[in-house]
């Protein structure tokens, strides 16, 4: 019931976006609607995205933050031109059920298992996740998940899985605000001074007021992809498609949207928090090389 109700909250505050920018014609023409996963919207590099689009092409792209579960949900209802996700098994079902067209690969970052400086469980340095993750739950070291069926907690389930562990007992605790995003999370677990697995660019835009450190990383498995899907306009004839795909061109390109992506955080944080993920970002890195 309480997540049910969260999403209602969300599509509540996104056509109150919706109703009072007032912007788009009847065709819906120089307007776009994102549904993106939450990580990169706190982290910012939604915002200077869509800044640096409107100030090149005049048009105009607002968002709404939701877990990627809940992102892809509020694009099923087709009240959005374009989504940003992040859990390939959930993308992959979207397209296949005709509501996008096709997963795009963007950029990606990478989650870490954070928790207290002191490592009562002692995973420091540990090589992997799924080392680390069966550490803590043979100390049974307080975890904090955010239960959500977004993104990032489908990737969390997915390391225990890796691990042969399905995680249960008074030492997980599914954070009941969950939804909110990962600033909360952070937030709570560093109160309850546990563990966590995060994107490290949500934790790097905390880490300064919070006393959690980084304590795994470097696992490939831990890998972030965020992709763009595009929303159907053969099952949602209202779906602005023609200026989505002007956005996803941009997003795209090496010299636009990917340059944004390589040089984002560099300056705050002396190194990125995304990476160019692009194919045709991919393509030009083959050339250069």
């Given at each position: 019931m309480k997540?049910?109700?969260?999403q209602?909250?969300?599509l509540?505050?996104?056509?109150?976006?919706?109703g009072v920018?007032g912007?788009?014609?009847?065709?819906?023409?120089?307007?776009?609607?994102l549904s993106?996963t939450i990580g990169?919207?706190?982290?910012?590099?939604?915002?200077a995205?869509?800044?640096?689009?409107?100030k090149?092409t005049?048009?105009t792209?607002?968002?709404v933050?939701?877990?990627?579960g809940?992102a892809l949900?509020?694009?099923e209802?087709?009240?959005?031109d374009?989504?940003?996700?992040?859990a390939?098994?959930?993308e992959?079902?979207?397209v296949?059920?005709?509501f996008g067209?096709?997963?795009i690969?963007?950029?990606?970052n990478d989650?870490?298992?954070?928790?207290?400086?002191?490592?009562?469980?002692?995973?420091r340095g540990?090589?992997?996740a799924?080392?680390?993750?069966?550490?803590?739950?043979?100390?049974?070291?307080p975890f904090?998940?955010?239960g959500?069926?977004?993104?990032?907690?489908?990737?969390?389930m997915?390391?225990?899985?890796?691990?042969?562990i399905?995680?249960s007992?008074p030492?997980?605790?599914?954070y009941?605000k969950?939804?909110e995003?990962?600033?909360?999370?952070l937030?709570?677990?560093?109160e309850?001074?546990a563990?966590?697995?995060?994107?490290r660019?949500s934790?790097?835009?905390?880490k300064?007021?919070i006393?959690?450190?980084i304590l795994?990383?470097?696992?490939?498995?831990m890998?972030?992809h965020?992709?763009?899907?595009?929303v159907?306009?053969?099952?949602?004839?209202?779906?602005?498609s023609?200026?989505?795909m002007?956005?996803?061109?941009?997003?795209?390109?090496p010299?636009?949207g990917?340059?944004?992506?390589e040089?984002?955080?560099?300056k705050?944080?002396?190194?990125?928090?995304f990476?160019?993920?692009?194919?045709?970002w991919?393509e030009?890195?083959?050339?250069?090389?």
């Amino acid at each position: 019931m309480k997540k049910g109700l969260m999403q209602c909250a969300v599509l509540m505050l996104f056509v109150s976006l919706v109703g009072v920018s007032g912007v788009w014609g009847k065709d819906g023409s120089k307007f776009i609607l994102l549904s993106s996963t939450i990580g990169p919207i706190d982290a910012g590099i939604v915002k200077a995205l869509e800044d640096q689009f409107e100030k090149e092409t005049g048009i105009t792209v607002r968002h709404v933050g939701a877990g990627t579960g809940a992102a892809l949900k509020i694009a099923e209802q087709g009240s959005v031109d374009l989504v940003m996700v992040h859990a390939k098994k959930l993308e992959e079902a979207f397209v296949a059920k005709g509501f996008g067209t096709e997963r795009i690969p963007l950029m990606y970052n990478d989650f870490v298992i954070v928790g207290p400086a002191a490592d009562p469980a002692g995973i420091r340095g540990m090589k992997t996740a799924a080392e680390a993750l069966t550490t803590i739950q043979a100390k049974a070291a307080p975890f904090i998940s955010r239960g959500d069926k977004s993104g990032t907690h489908v990737a969390e389930m997915d390391l225990w899985a890796k691990a042969g562990i399905q995680p249960s007992g008074p030492w997980y605790t599914v954070y009941e605000k969950g939804s909110e995003g990962n600033v909360p999370t952070l937030k709570f677990t560093d109160e309850k001074n546990a563990y966590t697995v995060i994107d490290r660019a949500s934790y790097l835009g905390l880490k300064d007021k919070i006393k959690l450190v980084i304590l795994v990383e470097g696992d490939p498995a831990m890998l972030n992809h965020i992709s763009l899907i595009p929303v159907s306009q053969k099952k949602f004839p209202g779906v602005n498609s023609r200026d989505t795909m002007t956005f996803v061109d941009w997003l795209t390109s090496p010299a636009k949207g990917q340059k944004i992506i390589e040089d984002f955080g560099k300056k705050e944080y002396g190194q990125p928090l995304f990476f160019p993920e692009s194919k045709q970002w991919i393509e030009k890195m083959k050339t250069k090389k």
